[in-house]
């Protein structure tokens, strides 16, 4: 069988795609190519290299954070800071913005948010983590970037993409032209194209949302769940129901098989859990482009406005008609 192609190539094959194809978005996705890799080597061996467990440390979310959550935004930072394409890095792990804009890039036109390691919780026990990235181009045209460069609306993401540290390791993206997947050959340490034009199923037979907080969920999502579960042989209901609390996971689940991830508001989380900047845009950006569909419930995600750096946002995402069904649930409860 021929070599596929690896990320690399494709990369330079599609340079054409890039509005502004003078290279500089094509080495970006290449540094976080490798910073990829360089973290896959760490999961892999976490548990020999005492890089399972907590830190020691709280992040800005009030989370514990854990070794390797640690450890893959240090490798981000210094493949964005050396590949001198990127001015400024907002990361789940970071408080602040981190100002990348060192001599080498200070023309550097690229901002990228990054949650470096999604489904912390699940490190220690073995389960699929991931990383997920998002690609703006700098607004300002003069002087230092600024927050107000990261603060961008979704839709003007350039780029956006997961990394899925699992049974094998895929780097899937989009820069507005579809999806490609790309499976980690470690025989030779490269991304290579082994999922084409990915299309995520427009409907599916499984939800994905953690019912642990059932009691705290909108009146919407309750009757959506149970929507789910009644029996009826038309619409292949009861639906399975999967939850590895990974949205990566979870998400990547989806685009192969078709489904729908909801992570609303509860009483813990009443402006919901996951983070609008560096978790629901990329992802968003990813699903829309496969085909599928990501509200709040009742907004598109990518045009919400983004008014801070760590904003959370309930999140309804997945093959487009679940998603359409339980807003339908969502519209009628209020
Ligand atoms: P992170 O590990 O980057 O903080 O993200 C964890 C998120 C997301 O990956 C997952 O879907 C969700 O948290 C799980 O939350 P619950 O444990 O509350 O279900
Ligand atoms: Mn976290
Ligand atoms: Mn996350
Ligand atoms: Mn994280």
Redesign the pocket.
Known sequence: MAQAKTLGQFIIEKQADFPYAKGELSRLLRDIGIAAKIVNREVNKAGLMDMQGEAGSTNI?G?SQQKLDIYANEQFITALKSGGECCILAS?ENEEIVMLDTDVSLDAKYIVAI?P?????NIDVNVSVGTIFSIYRRQSTSGRATLADVLQMGVNQVAAGYVIYGTSTMLVYTTGKGVNGFTLDPSIGEFCLSHPNMKIPKTGIIYSI?EGYYVHFPQGVKSYIKYCQVEDEATHRPYSSRYV????A?LHRSMIKGGIFI?PVTAATPGG??RLVY?CNPMSFVIEQAGGRATDGKNRIMELDVNSLHQRTPIFIGSEQMVLKAEEFMAEAV
């Open positions: 979310q989370e789940e949650d390691l999604d489904g912390s919780s953690n609390g990974s949205m990566i979870d992570y859990k996951l978790e």
